[in-house]
T-cell receptor, first 113, second 112 residues
């Protein structure tokens, strides 16, 4: 069981470039999430999905887009990268049962220069 | 803004001592509470969850919840150097209970 797989692990982007952060889970979880973590700032929710075809904005969605065409995959798209998007990005998933926490991927460290 | 607050630390304890980590939350409607451990450069790892008032024990870890006072705490007994990490408190705040709001985390340092 791979759990939650994120690619790439590291990436350097130039200002204005675009990229997609990949996230896949093999646990048949309906709920999937994207968070970003800045030093000393905790985890901030970017977007989430409660099932295939359903997505919703979190606390900090500006500059990002998502899609959820399958249960397994939840890619995060960065358009026109800016230095403020330099962060560590975590994808997570969970079952539909409320009292189960998230399983996190290993993260993507993104630097925008 | 619904918030989860934690003391950033670092909290320093000697090996073998009890470490006490605290978290307060602003939304009285919150139902589920989670503690994650995050080692430097790694992803968060779930260690405890609690949803009823009182204590919940799992090995060396005890989570305590007091909904009236809106705080949740994590006790680590017989602390080990390997417990040195940042501990994140997370709370189901939204009405649909779909998402977790995280505190900024408390760094714990256990000295040999």
């Amino acid at each position: 069981n791979a759990g939650v797989t994120q690619t790439p692990k590291f990436r350097i982007l130039k200002i204005g470039q675009s990229m997609t952060l990949q996230c896949a889970q093999d646990m048949n979880h309906n709920y999937m999430y994207w968070y970003r973590q800045d030093p000393g700032m905790g985890l901030k929710l970017i977007y989430y999905s409660v099932g295939a075809g359903i997505t919703d904005k979190g606390e900090v969605p500006n500059g990002y887009n998502v899609s959820r065409s399958t249960t397994e995959d939840f890619p995060l798209r960065l358009e026109l990268a800016a230095p403020s998007q330099t962060s560590v990005y975590f994808c997570a998933s969970r079952t539909g049962q409320q009292n189960y926490g998230y399983t996190f991927g290993s993260g993507t460290r993104l630097t925008v220069v | 803004q619904k918030e989860v607050e934690q003391n950033s630390g670092p909290l320093s304890v000697p090996e073998g001592a009890i470490a006490s980590l605290n978290c307060t939350y602003s939304d009285r409607g919150s139902q589920s509470f989670f503690w994650y451990r995050q080692y430097s450069g790694k992803s968060p790892e779930l260690i405890m969850f609690i949803y009823s008032n009182g204590d919940k024990e799992d090995g060396r870890f005890t989570a305590q919840l007091n909904k009236a006072s809106q705080y949740v705490s994590l006790l680590i007994r017989d602390s080990q150097p390997s417990d040195s990490a940042t501990y994140l408190c997370a709370v189901n705040i939204d009405s649909g209970y779909s998402t977790l709001t995280f505190g900024k985390g408390t760094m714990l340092l256990v000295s040999p």
